[in-house]
């Protein structure tokens, strides 16, 4: 997977080159470019904003310089994200989206954001998806793009070291996973739940779907409400 980051501060993605992504890229499984937006400009300020139309408070960046630089960058095959507080949710499905990309580019926005004309003559060439990480406001696309390429890459065959672990995934059965313990056995007066050092595998399946049920039922109901009927078994439903 070839993945591209266009952005006014490059040295932001620096920990896309780090641990697991990090090993992966030397792996040959993802390759990364990282694009100062700044080389498009033809300024001598290299100014990439302007005052918004219509007035209003902060800069807009500016359509005649992210088109360029999406030119340049983007291909036939690219999926072009576009991180912003008012985009569709990330979610865990839309990262196995992206899993099955050969070309990921992400348009990382500071100020109020980017003139939308740029989204809008990019879709008459690639697919492109105006996503946000959560109910919140951040600064610029940067802190988005690093969560978003975390959770696509350690999809991605061979990245992770056992392909078993996106099976306990959080969210992978559309339900939040439940609490994980290790030794000591006790620990400042704190026990190992029992059925966890029972070595009866059947029970400690149910206890963790149960865990991982009350869990989801106390914290994101939400979460619940949108599962089919049949994702829950007569155990479930008795809980
Ligand atoms: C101006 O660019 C921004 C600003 C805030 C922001 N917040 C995001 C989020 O996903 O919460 S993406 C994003 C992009």
């Known amino acids: 997977m070839q ?32 694009h100062d937006l700044r080389d498009w400009t033809q300024d001598v300020h290299k100014a990439v904003d302007d005052s918004p139309y219509g007035g209003g408070p902060g800069m807009v960046m500016k359509a005649d310089i992210w088109g360029p630089a999406l030119d340049d960058v983007c291909t036939d095959e690219t999926r072009l994200i576009v991180p912003t507080p008012a985009g569709r949710p990330f979610t865990q499905a839309v990262a196995h989206e992206y899993a099955n990309e050969s070309h990921l580019v992400f348009a990382c926005g500071r100020y109020e954001g980017i003139d939308q004309r740029v989204v809008d003559d990019a879709a008459r060439r690639v697919r492109v998806d105006e996503v946000s990480i959560g109910d919140y406001v951040l600064v610029g696309g940067e802190v988005a793009v690093l ?17 078993k672990s996106h099976a306990e995934d959080s969210f992978q059965d559309g339900l939040l996973e439940g609490p994980s313990y290790t030794r000591p056995e006790v620990w400042r007066e704190l026990a190992v739940p029992d059925v966890l050092r029972s070595g009866n595998h059947k029970l400690i399946n149910r206890w963790r779907r149960d865990q991982s049920l009350v869990r989801t039922f106390e914290r994101r109901p939400d979460l619940l409400e949108s599962l089919p009927e049949d994702a829950f078994d007569k155990h479930d439903r008795a809980l």
């Open 3 to 34: 993945i591209d980051v266009v952005t006014i501060f490059p040295e932001y993605l620096t920990p896309l080159r780090a641990a697991l992504l990090g090993k992966a890229i030397d792996k040959g499984l993802i390759s990364v470019g990282v």
């Open 147 to 163: 969560a978003i390429v975390e959770a696509v890459a350690r999809l991605l065959p061979g990245v992770l070291g056992n392909p």
